[in-house]
Nanobody
Framework: QVHLVESGGGLAQVGGSLRLSCAASGPTADRFALAWFRQVPGREREFVATISWTGSLIYYSDSAKGRFNISRDIDKNTMYLQLNSLKFEDTAVYFC????????????????WGQGIQVTVSS
């Protein structure tokens, strides 16, 4: 069982930055692969990035590659997503997720989800 809580969302300008955090708790939280997804109304949840429980394996979506940076602090059981060079199309609710299999980009591969946090990019 893993409990996930996102924080750090909000409003940013085009070209700006935000850092999202996902605090994981539970007796085996540090053994799960973690990921970020995002969703806008009327569309399917979209993969953004994932990181293995050691932090040694990282994958990004094409839209995130080169602009976003995923990391995790094992001691704090916290995952981060640094969002840089933000675009209007990055506006979405961002979710963190935990799963036992590394490098999955499909949302149905993750058993545990946070409540989501809004990121809004404006001019």
């Amino acid at each position: 069982q893993v409990h996930l809580v996102e924080s750090g969302g909000g409003l940013a300008q085009v070209g700006g930055s935000l850092r999202l955090s996902c605090a994981a708790s539970g007796p085996t939280a540090d053994r799960f692969a973690l990921a970020w997804f995002r969703q806008v109304p009327g569309r399917e949840r979209e993969f953004v990035a994932t990181i293995s429980w050691t932090g040694s394996l990282i994958y990004y979506s094409d839209s995130a590659k080169g602009r976003f940076n995923i990391s995790r602090d094992i001691d704090k059981n916290t995952m981060y997503l640094q969002l840089n060079s933000l675009k209007f199309e990055d506006t979405a609710v961002y979710f963190c997720a935990a799963g036992l299999t590394v490098a999955l980009t499909e949302s149905n591969g993750y058993a545990y989800w946070g409540q989501g946090i809004q990121v809004t990019v404006s001019s």
